[in-house]
């Protein structure tokens, strides 16, 4: 019978994860397995990826197949290196300390290597957090400055609303000045009328004096 190292899609639609199983290679992709060896999840960053290396070895050593996909993921957790190792000891070029010192040695570098991966995009994270948090401040600070500006006054405005209260009182004032000083001609010139309407009535005075004098020498 041959076996198949392959995944097993579970799941709901666009969010899949899937099991990594030895199953009958003549059996339908999700249908009955013979072991479940782990887990495989793309929907996290980075994927999730759980496999059992003894068990994973155990199948290969008796001829199991992985997939494409599923030997991607064997060699990245180890599986096909701890698999070349123990070929090495079966032929006496390596002894089981030695497969177990290189194989944790791997893993050791591996685990290192996928801390700092997640490092990385912890921090990408984080700035890209502070980016966003600081564009919203911005625009905050926008909204909150444009609200001052609306409710506040202009000052240009201002300066010409005063200089026009100003105007007005200044023409005010020129009214006022400019009626005083015809009320004051008016007044000068009704003056004058009447002191030339009372010169005549004086002179017609005079006259008749003179002609009373003239009349009174005569007689005598």
Known sequence: MPV????????????????????????????KFLEKLGIYNPNT?????????????????????????ARRILSYKGVLLKHHLLGGLRKGALTE????????????????????????????KSEARAKALEAEK???????????????????AEE??????????ETEAAAEETAEAVEETTEAVAEEKEEVAEAPEAKEEVVAEEAAAEEKAEEE
Do not use: C, M
């Not at 579970?10 to 290679?25: E, N, Q, R, S």
């Not at 911005?138 to 240009?156: H, L, V």
């Not at 010409?160 to 009182?169: K, P």
């Open 160 to 169: 010409e609303v005063t200089e026009g209260a100003i105007e007005v009182v």
């Open 97 to 124: 300390e030695q497969v177990e010192e290189k194989f944790n040695a791997w893993v050791a570098d591996k685990e290192k290597a996928v801390a700092g991966k997640i490092a990385g995009l912890d921090k990408e």
């Open 4 to 31: 198949r190292i392959r995944l097993q899609r579970h799941g709901k639609k666009g969010k899949p994860f899937y099991w990594i199983v030895a199953a009958d290679g003549r059996a339908k992709r999700d249908g």
């Open 45 to 69: 960053n980075p994927a999730t990826i759980e496999v059992n290396v003894d068990d994973s070895v155990k199948w290969l050593q008796n001829g199991a197949q992985p997939s494409e996909t």
């Open 138 to 156: 911005e625009i905050s600070d926008k909204r909150a400055q444009a609200a001052i500006e609306a409710a506040t006054p202009d000052e240009e």
